[in-house]
């Protein structure tokens, strides 16, 4: 296994699990998951989720996945060889396809936009234009699909330059323009008229409101933000060198991860208020409200509006493919090295397979929207099914696993480095992946299941 592929640098480590962790989740269902639980509580109930179940989980990953040096399925194989561990791996791999197929559809929305913003489409509308086009345009049937096919095609291309070239030179000069773009958003946000609501919901908790409901958001939310609970990171980790710091690396991509998060929400619920938008307007939030920011805080200088649109969402694509990456990235390791496809063959699999599913998620939004399960599209079932139940009990597993199954000494050799490395809050962590970390979660499960 010494030819497997590793990250160049330390700063690369931390961009490529950052790139893999910041991407729609952040900027586009963090906020609508906010706006549909009622703003602030949900915000404060998700930073606890982070903090609690989130870092100590991150670590989990990173560890099982360094020390074994293998894809998710593979790495339970060999550290619980001949058990039933590797179903938690086998979940995580089907996990991370079903996700890459609904969320490349909402990545090809950016590519819309793209183009949109590029060709001027946004000048002189209105709120209410943008949330016709919007609508118009989700529920066709073949422009969303030939985008969805182009994202999956792009994700495609870099899988397969691997592991070094690919992943890690984007995310370098990705994400700190990213971070940069977002904070003049902010500024650009928090100024409009009527703004001063929007960042109340930010901020004031109506407690009240909070149920079993709000946990589960907020718990699916913090998994599926941190890319939590299906292997991603393990797989990451797989390529980490030796001295990677594992804990200080998840409390950074932690701390990333949560001020985009936090940031966009300071995007986009100033400027929904501003525009008389609904905060629970779901999926299609950030795609009405944005266009309207741009308008509004630039009006008077249409150069600004027009680059500073374009900027946004081709960053935000940018984001999205670092992710889908890793999604990618999850799946072909698996069927390259447990059933020996070749890369390129493994990384086709997964490109088609998703493209087959996407299209009906995407289809889903319009000549599908009367197939439903429960009451939810095709699309909002595969976000329920991953998000909300396989991530956390991906989550749940990798807790056990590291709090109770593997050595002690396997534990601590990987979190401290064999001893070089300090680490203040080890007896926490572990305390936390034994008892904290499955109770919390059994509790939600157990409460959204109307038992408690
Ligand atoms: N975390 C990414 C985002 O916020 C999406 C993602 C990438 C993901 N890999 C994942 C989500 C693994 C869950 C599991 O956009």
């Known amino acids: 296994m010494s030819n497997r592929a590793n990250f160049g640098s330390k700063l690369g480590v931390i961009l490529a699990s950052a790139g893999s962790a910041?991407?729609?989740?952040?900027?586009?269902?963090?906020?609508?998951?906010?706006?549909?639980?009622?703003?602030?509580?949900?915000?404060?109930?998700?930073?606890?989720?982070?903090?609690?179940?989130?870092?100590?989980?991150?670590?989990?990953?990173?560890?099982?996945?360094?020390?074994?040096?293998?894809?998710?399925?593979?790495?339970?194989?060999?550290?619980?060889?001949?058990?039933?561990?590797?179903?938690?791996?086998?979940?995580?791999?089907?996990?991370?396809?079903?996700?890459?197929?609904?969320?490349?559809?909402?990545?090809?929305?950016?590519?819309?936009?793209?183009?949109?913003?590029?060709?001027?489409?946004?000048?002189?509308?209105?709120?209410?234009?943008?949330?016709?086009?919007?609508?118009?345009?989700?529920?066709?049937?073949?422009?969303?699909?030939?985008?969805?096919?182009?994202?999956?095609?792009?994700?495609?291309?870099?899988?397969?330059?691997?592991?070094?070239?690919?992943?890690?030179?984007?995310?370098?000069?990705?994400?700190?323009?990213?971070?940069?773009?977002?904070?003049?958003?902010?500024?650009?946000?928090?100024?409009?008229?009527?703004?001063?609501?929007?960042?109340?919901?930010?901020?004031?908790?109506?407690?009240?409101?909070?149920?079993?409901?709000?946990?589960?958001?907020?718990?699916?939310?913090?998994?599926?933000s941190l890319s939590l609970g299906m292997g991603c990171l393990c797989t990451y980790a797989s390529y980490f060198g030796k001295d990677t710091n594992l804990a200080k690396t998840a409390f950074s991509v932690g701390v990333i991860d949560t001020c985009v998060a936090v940031l966009a929400g300071f995007i986009i619920f100033p400027a929904a208020f501003s525009v008389g938008i609904q905060p629970d307007s779901g999926p299609s939030l950030i795609f009405i409200t944005l266009p309207n920011v741009f308008q509004q805080a630039f009006g008077n200088v249409p150069v600004l509006a027009y680059v500073f649109s374009v900027m946004f969402y081709v960053l935000l694509a940018m984001a999205a493919l670092t992710s889908t990456i890793s999604l990618h990235e999850v799946v072909t390791a698996y069927l390259h090295e447990e059933f020996r496809f070749s890369r390129g063959k493994a990384a086709k699999m997964v490109t088609g397979g998703c493209i087959f599913l996407g299209v009906f998620c995407s289809l889903s939004l319009g000549v599908l929207k009367e197939y439903t399960v429960g009451g939810l599209t095709i699309f909002d079932l595969f976000d329920f099914v991953t998000a909300k139940l396989m991530l956390p009990l991906g989550g749940l597993f990798i807790a056990l696993f590291t709090g109770w199954y593997l050595d002690k000494k396997i534990v601590w050799e990987e979190i401290t480095n064999n001893g070089t490395l300090k680490v203040p809050l080890y007896r926490l962590i572990v305390f936390i992946l034994k008892y904290i970390a499955p109770i919390t979660v059994s509790l939600i499960f157990i409460n959204e299941l109307g038992l408690l």
């Open 22 to 224: 910041v991407g729609l989740g952040n900027i586009w269902r963090f906020p609508y998951e906010a706006g549909n639980h009622g703003g602030a509580a949900f915000i404060f109930i998700y930073l606890g989720c982070v903090l609690i179940l989130g870092l100590p989980i991150l670590i989990a990953e990173f560890l099982i996945g360094r020390h074994s040096r293998a894809n998710t399925a593979g790495a339970y194989q060999k550290l619980a060889p001949g058990t039933h561990w590797r179903w938690v791996g086998r979940m995580g791999v089907l996990a991370g396809f079903l996700i890459l197929s609904y969320y490349s559809v909402v990545a090809g929305w950016t590519l819309e936009y793209i183009f949109e913003a590029a060709t001027n489409a946004f000048t002189g509308k209105s709120a209410d234009d943008f949330i016709t086009s919007f609508q118009q345009f989700s529920a066709s049937p073949w422009r969303p699909v030939v985008w969805l096919v182009a994202f999956l095609v792009s994700t495609h291309l870099i899988i397969v330059k691997g592991v070094e070239k690919g992943i890690e030179k984007s995310s370098k000069i990705m994400m700190p323009a990213l971070f940069i773009i977002i904070l003049i958003l902010v500024g650009c946000s928090v100024t409009l008229p009527g703004a001063g609501a929007g960042i109340e919901f930010l901020l004031k908790p109506d407690f009240s409101k909070v149920d079993g409901n709000v946990f589960l958001g907020a718990m699916g939310q913090a998994f599926f």
